[in-house]
Every structure is written in structure tokens, then in C-alpha cells.
């Protein structure tokens, strides 16, 4: 039982851009991580939060930026889009940062096209 | 910087055969090693996870294991079924993040 939920599911824009994508951790989780899992190829880490706090970023230029508030629910915005900014976009919760990742709970993820 | 592969990318087999998928990963510095399913459009599904200091990990017909030193991880599916056909992640557990191989693409034909 996961409890991690994303909206929208899918999601239309066209290049240049910005959009905002958001994720329920489930109850009680403190930490919750972005991946971007382009068509074909694993999932890549965007940044991590804790506690409203950037814990960690992945390879992803600024334009990719988060939130966390204080009931844990999380954003991912990213501004002047691009073509290859199409991709599912998972956020994955967990009980505590120390606990690292043996219990990241996946959510269903956002399908992003931009045209 | 960790890097993960799977072998194959993809695989095709008939209902009832046993089958392996491998990853290796190139740092042995991992917390845990991780193997998801993933249907087509949809998110993860977390299959098996094995802490750094165990060897394997079963559920059902799956069975993971991890050769830390070696930096490989097997993943062994039994009397596969055409409902097995999914894709199989497997993720390389730090600190803070998963480093995911592509993933091997299975198709169990009935």
C-alpha cells in the first residue's frame, strides 16, 4: 500500500512554457524525490526534499525546481519547456530521510508531452 | 558515478519457462539493490529489495540475488506466465536516490 498520488495524469503543453506537477506523499512521509523516466530508458533523479528542504539534485538544469510544504505534499515546476522534456514524471515519498531509499514509495507518475 | 545495465533489453519466451534477467551496476557502494515492474504507461511496481548485506530475496515465484563484489544482480522468474510481460527495472539504492538501469522488456507468449 503505497498511498503516493500524482496529478494531472496526463498532461499537454506546447515548447516554451511552464508547468506544474504535483504529488501526495503518503501520510507521515517526510522526503520525497522526482525522477523523470523518459520514453524507453530507466528513470533519471530530478532533486530530493526533506522537511521543505532541497536534499539532493540529479543532472537537471534550473529550470527544473521543487517544493515541499508543510503538510509533505510536493511540486515539481519546470519552466521554458522543451521537446525533450516529454517524459513520466514519478515523485516517490518516504517515512524519513535516514531511512534512504529501502522504502521510496513510487506513485503512478504524470505523462508530460510538450509539442 | 553509478551506472546500471541490464541484459537483455529485451525477451521472449514461451508460457511455462524459466527465465533470468541480468543487471550490473558499477559501484559496489549501493545501501540496497532494487527490481520494479513497470506496464506500459503506467508507474512502478517494487518487486523485490535486497539490503547490502544479504545475498537474496524471494517472493512467490521471483527470486533476486546480489553479488556486491562482483557488481551483479540476477533477477529469476519461474513458470513465467503470459501475465509476467512487463517491463523490469532494476535500480542501484544510494543514500538518497535510484540509479535505474533501461530495463529489460519481457513478453511471455502463451
Known amino acids: 500500500e503505497t498511498g503516493v498520488t500524482q496529478s494531472p495524469t496526463h498532461l499537454i503543453k506546447t515548447r516554451g512554457q511552464q508547468v506544474t506537477l504535483r504529488c501526495s506523499s503518503q501520510s507521515g512521509h517526510n522526503t520525497v524525490s522526482w525522477y523523470q523516466q523518459a520514453l524507453g530508458q530507466g528513470p533519471q533523479f530530478i532533486f530530493q526534499y526533506y522537511r521543505e528542504e532541497e536534499n539532493g539534485r540529479g543532472n537537471f538544469p534550473p529550470r527544473f525546481s521543487g517544493l515541499q510544504f508543510p503538510n509533505y505534499s510536493s511540486e515539481l515546476n519546470v519552466n521554458a519547456l522543451e521537446l525533450d522534456d516529454s517524459a513520466l514524471y514519478l515523485c516517490?515519498?518516504?517515512?524519513?530521510?535516514?531511512?534512504?531509499?529501502?522504502?521510496?514509495?513510487f506513485g503512478p507518475g504524470t505523462r508530460l508531452t510538450v509539442l | 558515478k553509478q551506472e546500471v545495465t541490464q541484459i537483455p533489453a529485451a525477451l521472449s519466451v514461451p508460457e511455462g519457462e524459466n527465465l533470468v534477467l541480468n543487471c550490473s551496476f558499477t559501484?559496489?557502494?549501493?545501501?540496497?539493490l532494487q527490481w520494479f515492474r513497470q506496464d506500459p504507461g503506467k508507474g512502478l511496481t517494487s518487486l523485490l529489495l535486497?539490503?547490502?548485506?544479504?545475498r537474496e530475496q524471494t517472493s512467490g515465484r521471483l527470486n533476486a540475488s546480489l553479488d556486491k563484489s562482483s557488481g551483479r544482480s540476477t533477477l529469476y522468474i519461474a513458470a513465467s506466465q503470459p501475465g509476467d510481460s512487463a517491463t523490469y527495472l532494476c535500480a542501484a539504492g544510494g543514500s538518497e536516490k535510484l540509479v535505474f538501469g533501461k530495463g529489460t522488456k519481457l513478453t511471455v507468449n502463451p
Open positions: 535486497i539490503q547490502s548485506s544479504q
Open positions: 559501484d559496489s557502494a549501493i545501501y540496497n
Open positions: 516517490a515519498s518516504s517515512p524519513n530521510l535516514a531511512l534512504g531509499t529501502d522504502t521510496q514509495y
